[in-house]
């Protein structure tokens, strides 16, 4: 089993910056996959960004790609996703998410585990 928590969210103006951070506990952090999901009001849970377990591979959604920066710290058990260059259209709750495959990564169904979301709110 494991456990994220996230954190970090907040409001900002279009332009700024923001930095979500999510512990993971219960299970070698090595071992598994880690993702970033997000859901805007009305709207249906999309994908954003995803790195494997060593760190070495990572894939953004298209919307977010040259903005948003997904990393990791195994001595902290934290996946990190670096928002920069906000717009409005990024208002949403984003959640962290845990994998153990390494198939379809895009897709929320293939996540195990979730955190309870926080939300991000930036204005024009």
């Known amino acids: 089993q494991v456990q994220l928590v996230e954190s970090g969210g907040g409001l900002v103006h279009a332009g700024g910056s923001l930095r979500l951070s999510c512990v993971a506990s219960?299970?070698?952090?090595?071992?598994?996959?880690m993702g970033w999901f997000r859901q805007a009001p009305g709207k249906e849970r999309e994908f954003v960004a995803t790195?494997?377990?060593?760190?070495?591979?990572?894939n953004y959604a298209n919307s977010v790609k040259g903005r948003f920066t997904i990393s990791k710290d195994r001595a902290k058990n934290t996946v990190y996703l670096q928002m920069d260059s906000l717009k409005p259209e990024d208002t949403a709750v984003y959640y962290c998410a845990a994998r153990t495959t390494i198939l379809d990564v895009t897709n929320a169904r293939v996540y195990d585990h979730w955190g309870q979301g926080t939300q991000v709110t930036v204005s024009s």
């Open positions: 219960g299970r070698t952090f090595s071992s598994i996959h």
């Open positions: 790195i494997s377990g060593t760190s070495s591979v990572s």
